[in-house]
């Protein structure tokens, strides 16, 4: 698993479980559609500190509540 698989299957994840499509993501967040969808689709292999706080706030939580699960805390990722 590689870091963007991480953050991709997290924010799938909480998006089915409130309910909320990526573009829904997107308008919560005030960031754009586009750079959701290059998230969700892994052409944004490492998305800056400052995109996944928007995304946190429009999903309800902190920075530090978006990036805690198992995936993320107990994977050595394949990155290069």
Do not use: W
Request: charged content about 25%.
């Amino acid at each position: 698993m590689t870091y963007s698989d991480a953050v991709i299957l997290r924010l799938t994840k909480l998006c089915e479980e409130q309910h909320i499509t990526i573009n829904k993501l997107a308008t919560l967040s005030g960031i754009t559609q586009s750079t959701v969808e290059n998230i969700m689709s892994g052409k944004t292999k490492n998305p800056k500190l400052k995109t996944l706080h928007k995304l946190a706030i429009g999903l309800g939580l902190t920075v530090s509540e978006l990036l805690d699960f198992p995936e993320m805390n107990e994977t050595i990722f394949e990155d290069e």
